[in-house]
């Protein structure tokens, strides 16, 4: 197979955010990756699971193979471990997001069959009324800081968030953090209590589609660096300390000076190790016509 050696993208800093880097793909590059898989139908790739690596593949022939290790680099290097990209504005159909989204995450690993969607990716809306039964789609209020994946099994050690649609729609932009621009990082991550496996379970929310209880420590070490499992609605503390100690970690990461809002426009997505930031959504403001879409996929890193 022929691949093309040449790179079609540059790396910048992210306008929003110093850990951040914005990957700026050429419009033509784009194009090429759009024509190749316009015959590839999103629902064969959500039926046959090989078919996304074909996505990859196309990807990796129109951007370059540069790109494929510039995107690793970047998910696994501690300084960062973050970066959005887009489309730059050439499509503005759904599934050719997702397909590009899938692309992007099969060079890097696979995605996490997601229980909320059935499929290995979810899209997910917000409007200024719904039902629910987590905080994940109430829109005026703050979405609070966690990382994904706590009460599955698998590994997840990214996160994809792409904006599919917005109308309407002012405030709910991302919030992050990333671990080492926590003040109160090593107070929590050497606590007695940072080792304890803790019950993570979503099997008391009919919504999550998930009846798994997994014990983990809320701290684990990467690359000598400490890391971070951590989600208040689905983690069940036993005692009073336990309580007391998750309650002080979620004070303390909501107040961080670290935490910073990120907008992200149709069209783009913003891609996180999830081992080292955290993340959740500023408050809609009320707008009885609100309607944002964001699509979601997670999973593991393939072993490099
Ligand atoms: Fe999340």
Redesign the pocket.
Known sequence: MKVDTKSNFKVVPHSEHKRLRHIEIENEAITRFLEKVEQISLERAEYVPFIRFELAVELRQAVGVAFEKKVKEILHDRETGGFTIGLNGLTTKSEEFVKFATALTHLIGLPNHDAMSNKFYAIFGVKHEFDSDTYLRKAYRILEL?T?GTFVEEQTDW?LMMKMSEKNAVGGESRLLHLDDWEDLDRFSKHPLASHPFKFSYADRGSKNVKDEVFQSSFFYSQNKPCIRYNHQCTHPQTIEEGVYLKEIQDSIENSLGTTPVGLPVGQLVMINNNFWL?GREPFVKDIKLERALMRQRGSFFTI
């Open positions: 966690h994904d996160v993340h």
